[in-house]
């Protein structure tokens, strides 16, 4: 109930009625939570770097270099089209591998 209190909070603090993860606490005082992150944080690492090799570069570029699709495709040499898709294919599988983790993020 209060998790859900707290994103209705954000919910409504925020323009686009979108909740922006930045504002969200995790309290790192509670060893359980701390090491649920770091396991999720593992899960994640592990997802991204069983992509096929093509796919982990363009996703990686994209989420932690901050490029633009067209900034991607420009450096790889590839079309913007072919970066959208690999993007797809990276937010699909981390979905799916990520299943289990959706009840602790929300």
Not at 97 to 105: A, H, K, P, S
Request: proline share 4%; with cysteine; glycine share 2%.
């Amino acid at each position: 109930m209060v998790r859900n209190k707290c994103l209705d909070h954000l919910r409504a603090n925020q323009p686009t009625g979108q909740i922006d993860t930045d504002d969200l606490v995790i309290d790192n005082e509670n060893p359980q939570n701390s090491l649920e992150v770091k396991e999720l944080h593992q899960s994640i690492d592990t997802i991204i770097d069983n992509l096929p090799e093509r796919c982990r570069q363009v996703f990686v570029l994209s989420r932690f270099e901050s490029m633009s699709y067209k900034e991607i495709a420009e450096h790889l040499q590839v079309s913007p089209k072919t970066v959208e898709n690999q993007i797809s294919k990276a937010l699909k599988v981390l979905r799916i591998g990520l299943d289990r983790w959706m009840v602790f993020i929300f």
